[in-house]
């Protein structure tokens, strides 16, 4: 396996490296959070929400201690808010077990909540200089490319060699500079080394990418094909009091997807209900009420990674029963203009420009 190619990397990295927030601090917090937003995330999507996170959380202490209310409103938008739910819980181990210092090993890192080797990996080298691996899509990328590998990546047993070879790749680097070098491999798949069309004449280390030298960089890495997304129609009500001054939100359990994210409340529709009947049995089921199921108002369509969703958004008026929790964590009643202050997915945030921005519109 050739190693040839981590002194050119490096070099390429000191000179080009993007000047990026998180670069600019030692701080293993901000490296820590910097690696969880950028989980699944463009690098120009987490900046701003990088910066006014540290803003309103400015050390683990506050972060800590933050309502989760406050956390999510940060969140939001973001996506993937399992993220934010393990940060808190894993800053409050942070003050309980570490007397509020992050760990310095990957190996302690690895027993916080939400963080997997990767991520103890990224701070363990960038913030305290360990020589401890990464592998992210970014560096199975690379990596397949560089050493031209023809097994299929989504496989674990493929993972896993990927791995040792990034272990054994480190014991090359010099001294000092593991995190600098995980960095410049995550760089350069994220800018030279992409998905699509790799740069490969404006690569630092193209001498010695066997794919390259194969002509087999468009065919790497290999990946079984994925299965067509999944598509599902949801509903949800938007139920005024008997005024029509207020609508009722309910907060998504933590242990759901979109945990503690607000919402419309609906479902699911289930195979040979319609519409009306589903968010009916929904209501039901998650808050203890009958509704009358009134106007349709709008529909959103909306991707998650594993799936699409088509919600369509009925006004709802009680007929009988109290609101109560049986599948939310809260519910409250709100009025239409201070919907703004709770956090929200995407898809209700579509419901709420509808709503601020009538008559009828369709995304
Ligand atoms: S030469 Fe091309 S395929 Fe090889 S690592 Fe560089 S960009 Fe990727």
Known sequence: MTTEFIIPLLRWFEEQA?????RRSRNPYHIWLSEVMLQQTQVATVIPYYERFL??????????AAPQDDLMKQWEGLGYYSRARNLQAAAQQVVADFGGELPTTAAEL???KGVGRYTAGAIASIAFGEPAPVLDGNVIRVFARLFDYTEDVSKQSTKNTLWQTAEDLMHAVPVGQAGNYNQA????????CKPRHPACEQCPVSADCQAYANDTQSQ???KAAKAPTPHVDVTCGLIWDAQREHLLIAKRPDDKLLGGLWEFPGGKVEDGETMEQCLARELQEELGITV???EFMVRVHHAYTHFRITLYAYECRILEGEPTCYACSEWRWVRQAD???YAFSRADRKIIEYLLDRPNRLF
């Open 18 to 22: 993007a000047d990026l927030p998180w």
């Open 55 to 64: 803003a309103r959380f400015p050390t683990v202490h506050d972060l800590a």
């Open 110 to 112: 690895e027993t916080l």
């Open 185 to 192: 491999l995550m760089e350069l798949g994220r800018t030279i």
């Open 220 to 222: 790497r890495p290999v």
């Open 292 to 294: 009358a199921v009134d």
């Open 339 to 341: 919907l703004q202050n």
